[in-house]
């Protein structure tokens, strides 16, 4: 079985005023120091509605939305100004306690929020890693998962609070999946605007933490552009 990926990964891409592409958002573009070391679920979460905005072809009610152009893939526009502005409003939504965004209810009830206030009617789905191992979903259901969301074209916000054996991720942090190959279950994921690849089967079964997976289902038709 091929990859399972997003329709357009190319809608992730942002480019920064000096050139340089990044995939998703990165917590080290905030200024203050605490949303830099905080501010990995409000970056997943931007992440998920930055596509979602971007493949409906719609416009922000921020600074810099005339920048859109009239094409859904939004042909030689970065995005990076909106990017931060989205991101900026999204933590006062996705806020970090002093644990940072350690939970799902954290993560869902913020993006409702935030959708909410601009008029957007989404469902979340949400799947829990719970911290006991013998509690936790199989690889069948994790991939099911994961396919069914990235099938819908919804990028997947995933919170490892213990990363295993998996030494290329962080722990206690919101990452941000996109593709994944079912039978080898090596999964792309999007962190600090650039691609990593990881096998999420292997962190299922070593995280002593466990942690969960959020995508976004949105309705048939937004209420309104932002």
């Given at each position: 079985?091929?990859k399972?990926?997003?329709?357009?990964?190319?809608?992730?891409?942002?480019?920064?005023?000096a050139?340089?592409?990044?995939?998703?958002?990165?917590?080290?573009?905030y200024?203050?120091?605490?949303?830099?070391?905080?501010?990995?679920?409000?970056?997943?979460?931007?992440?998920?509605m930055w596509?979602?905005?971007?493949?409906?072809?719609?416009?922000?009610?921020y600074?810099?939305?005339?920048?859109?152009?009239?094409?859904?893939?939004?042909?030689?526009?970065?995005?990076?100004?909106?990017?931060?502005?989205?991101?900026?409003?999204?933590?006062?939504?996705?806020?970090?306690?002093?644990?940072?965004?350690?939970?799902?209810?954290i993560?869902?009830?913020?993006?409702?929020?935030?959708?909410?206030?601009?008029?957007?009617?989404?469902?979340?789905?949400?799947?829990?890693?719970?911290?006991?191992?013998?509690?936790?979903?199989?690889?069948?259901?994790?991939?099911?998962?994961?396919?069914?969301a990235?099938?819908?074209?919804?990028?997947?916000?995933?919170?490892?609070?213990?990363?295993?054996?998996?030494?290329?991720?962080?722990?206690?942090?919101?990452?941000?999946?996109?593709?994944?190959?079912?039978?080898?279950?090596?999964?792309?994921?999007?962190d600090?605007?650039?691609?990593?690849t990881?096998?999420?089967?292997?962190?299922?079964?070593?995280?002593?933490?466990?942690?969960?997976?959020?995508?976004?289902?949105?309705?048939?038709?937004?209420?309104?552009n932002?």
């Amino acid at each position: 079985m091929s990859k399972i990926s997003i329709a357009e990964p190319d809608l992730m891409n942002i480019t920064n005023t000096a050139g340089e592409t990044f995939i998703g958002g990165s917590q080290d573009w905030y200024t203050d120091s605490w949303h830099k070391k905080s501010g990995c679920g409000p970056v997943a979460a931007c992440n998920l509605m930055w596509y979602l905005f971007r493949k409906n072809n719609l416009k922000s009610d921020y600074p810099d939305s005339s920048d859109y152009s009239d094409s859904p893939a939004y042909s030689g526009y970065s995005g990076y100004s909106d990017y931060l502005n989205i991101m900026t409003e999204m933590f006062g939504f996705v806020t970090p306690t002093f644990k940072g965004v350690d939970s799902s209810d954290i993560f869902v009830n913020g993006i409702m929020n935030y959708t909410s206030k601009h008029n957007i009617i989404i469902k979340p789905y949400t799947l829990e890693i719970p911290k006991k191992k013998g509690d936790r979903p199989n690889d069948d259901a994790l991939k099911e998962f994961i396919s069914t969301a990235l099938k819908s074209d919804s990028p997947v916000a995933f919170l490892n609070l213990s990363n295993g054996t998996v030494s290329l991720l962080e722990n206690w942090h919101w990452v941000t999946i996109i593709a994944i190959d079912p039978d080898t279950m090596m999964t792309d994921i999007i962190d600090y605007g650039k691609i990593i690849t990881i096998n999420i089967s292997e962190w299922l079964k070593t995280s002593m933490l466990g942690g969960a997976l959020v995508y976004l289902k949105e309705a048939e038709q937004l209420n309104e552009n932002v």
